[in-house]
């Protein structure tokens, strides 16, 4: 028979980078070009500021999933290696380690030992790295993956406020920028609810509370600094 159920942790390592990439997107290049736009600039000024805001913050966005998603896979690797280790030099030992997994979990002394050998005549590392280390390869780190999905949705974010700033006159550029972003940020939230099968009220107020903040301290920065200069 085969199963029906659909879930939703598969999408949990690109859907947190893609969600973050985006986010991060929007809420950035609008709260640059907020603040530009606050300090009296010119509209060419705006577009080239949060042009290279867009092309730094995605190589940041990249760089940095990368590297931190390649730690966190560097340390799942160095694990199962010592796993492999300790159970070509005490296999038994290991199987009590999995018996008292599974004691913890519910089973009884017998059915845990029984369910301990099954597992670990099959596949003792798998077994070992999805219960006792946590490990497994739908969770496991992907550090490309990660990168590629953060950067190339940062791009995307991002390209929405600039296309306000193509659109939108001069007159209207500040308010038109700061209520577009926070309906594209809203819109994030719902789908990112949506994919991860979480409550949309709670993912669109938060995303557009921490964006409607940046924007205006950033646009609040922009003027006081236009005022002075």
Do not use: C
């Not at 577009?47 to 805001?53: D, E």
């Amino acid at each position: 028979m085969r199963h029906g159920e659909q879930h939703r942790t598969h999408r949990t390592g690109w859907l947190r980078a893609a969600v973050l990439g985006a986010n991060d997107g929007i809420v950035s290049t609008a709260s640059l070009v907020l603040g530009v736009a606050a300090s009296g600039a010119s509209t060419r000024a705006i577009l080239v500021a949060g042009v290279a805001g867009l092309v730094a913050g995605a190589m940041s966005m990249a760089a940095g999933e990368y590297v931190s998603v390649s730690s966190q896979s560097d340390t799942e690797r160095a694990d199962l290696t010592r796993e492999v280790k300790e159970l070509a030099a005490n296999p038994e030992q290991e199987h009590e380690e999995l018996v008292s997994i599974y004691v913890r979990r519910g089973l009884d002394s017998t059915l845990a030992s029984r369910v301990a050998t099954q597992l670990m005549s099959h596949d003792a590392l798998g077994a070992h790295g999805r219960d006792e280390l946590g490990i497994s390869d739908t969770l496991a780190a992907k550090p490309v993956q990660a990168a590629f999905a953060s950067a190339g949705t940062f791009a995307v974010g991002a390209t929405l406020p600039l296309l306000m700033v193509l659109m939108l006159p001069n007159a209207a550029l500040m308010w038109g920028i700061a209520v577009s972003s926070l309906f594209f940020l809203a819109l994030l939230g719902l789908l990112a609810a949506s994919a991860g099968g979480a409550p949309a009220l709670v993912s669109v107020l938060r995303v557009s509370f921490w964006g409607a903040l940046a924007m205006g301290l950033t646009a609040a920065v922009g003027a006081l600094f236009g005022v002075s200069a």
